[in-house]
T-cell receptor
Framework: IAGITQAPTSQILAAGRRMTLRCTQDMRHNAMYWYRQDLGLGLRLIHYSNTAGTTGKGEVPDGYSVSRANTDDFPLTLASAVPSQTSVYFCASSLDWNTGELFFGEGSRLTVL | EDQVTQSPEALRLQEGESSSLNCSYTVSGLRGLFWYRQDPGKGPEFLFT???AGEEKEKERLKATLTKKESFLHITAPKPEDSATYLCAVEETSGSRLTFGEGTQLTVNP
């Protein structure tokens, strides 16, 4: 089934640990995104990639890094997790960077203790 | 800075009771306004794109409309399966990324 696959579905992590959230899409979309969703704050963009090999910072990039080595994969890394990074993380993709029609994954729920 | 405000935060309807959700926005120039549906524990699902004032889009019991300052999502004769959180997002003409509102949580009781 075409779409976006995120892993893990949920994770509990000790503060200070490194964590990578994985995201893979099979729709051959050029653009990919990472959002976090928090109660009362809505969806906020962390990082994005317009095309393979390029990345950009979103609204809340601090403490996160991404890479886009190929079209399909867009991992999000927390180098040293902090409790404020407890959230639900959504990966999304779109055919191109200038369309607001995004396809979202099912989310990764991360708890940092 | 782009701002998107959705109201109400939560809405409870009886099956068949029509209503509207509101999305007010402030942008220097609107490139597009987007509506999404999000079910609990799932990622948002795209519903509509609106580009200019006066435009309308329909899908089953949902109709989205757009003015220069706000968008409405009209729900006609809703069913329990329409229960979800509805999100709107705007994109500015400068090409900046989507700015999402916090959503309206809709519950339709049978």
């Amino acid at each position: 089934i075409a779409g976006i696959t995120q892993a893990p579905t949920s994770q509990i992590l000790a503060a200070g640990r490194r964590m990578t959230l994985r995201c893979t899409q099979d729709m051959r979309h050029n653009a990919m995104y990472w959002y976090r969703q928090d109660l009362g704050l809505g969806l906020r963009l962390i990082h994005y990639s317009n095309t393979a090999g390029t990345t950009g910072k979103g609204e809340v990039p601090d403490g996160y890094s991404v890479s886009r080595a190929n079209t399909d994969d867009f991992p999000l890394t927390l180098a040293s997790a902090v409790p404020s990074q407890t959230s639900v993380y959504f990966c999304a993709s779109s055919l191109d960077w200038n369309t607001g029609e995004l396809f979202f994954g099912e989310g990764s729920r991360l708890t940092v203790l | 800075e782009d701002q998107v405000t959705q109201s109400p935060e939560a809405l409870r309807l009886q099956e068949g009771e029509s209503s509207s959700l509101n999305c007010s926005y402030t942008v220097s120039g609107l490139r597009g306004l987007f509506w999404y549906r999000q079910d609990p524990g799932k990622g948002p699902e795209f519903l509509f794109t609106l580009y200019s004032a006066g435009e309308e889009k329909e899908k089953e019991r949902l109709k989205a409309t757009l003015t220069k300052k706000e968008s409405f999502l009209h729900i006609t004769a809703p069913k329990p399966e329409d229960s979800a959180t509805y999100l709107c997002a705007v994109e500015e003409t400068s090409g900046s990324r989507l700015t999402f509102g916090e959503g309206t949580q809709l519950t339709v009781n049978p």
